[in-house]
């Protein structure tokens, strides 16, 4: 019985180790300069952007209860990684204002964006004659670069 209860002793002066161990390690985590666990960073700038462009309904009025067909369903803008593009927002067609052609088409989102050069996209979704989806060519702005705002504030001490 004296084994046993040594064994029993020893296996629960083990597991408070392991426990401690464990705490240890997990309030041990490595951090940043702003006191961030490395092992979960903080959230990137969120950007509010507004993108505008035009389109041209004349010919391809958009899509609605009554026209499914032969339409413009909205837009897919976003920017380009490389050659890929990267999403942002898939927009109705119910952003483009105006009596006249082209009507003018802006749409808001919020974000995270790379630091560097930028080039963004805009395409016409549309549904064909035979109900089938599809996007245009894309419409490509001049490229824009996203710069990372200097540090400010430094002070420093000696004795």
Do not use: H
Not at 31 to 48: F, H, I, V, Y
Not at 62 to 74: E, H, I, L, M, N
């Amino acid at each position: 019985m004296r084994e046993n209860m040594r064994q029993v002793g020893l296996a629960s002066v083990a597991s408070v180790c392991l426990c401690v161990v464990g705490l240890a390690i997990a309030g041990c985590a490595a951090r940043n300069s702003a006191g961030n666990s490395l092992a979960n960073p903080p959230a990137a700038k969120d950007w509010t952007i507004t993108a505008t462009w035009q389109e041209n309904f004349t010919n391809y009025v958009p899509c609605s209860s009554t026209v499914a067909k032969g339409c413009v369903s909205g837009f897919t803008w976003g920017y380009l990684q490389g050659t890929t593009e990267v999403p942002l927002k898939t927009s109705a067609a119910s952003v483009c204002t105006g009596s006249a052609q082209p009507e003018t088409c802006t749409d808001t989102t919020n974000a995270t964006l790379g630091i560097g050069p930028i080039t963004f996209y805009v395409v016409a979704n549309y549904v064909d004659n035979a109900g089938n989806s599809g996007s245009t060519n894309s419409d490509q702005s001049a490229q824009q670069s996203v710069s990372l705002v200097a540090p400010a504030g430094l002070t420093v001490s000696w004795q």
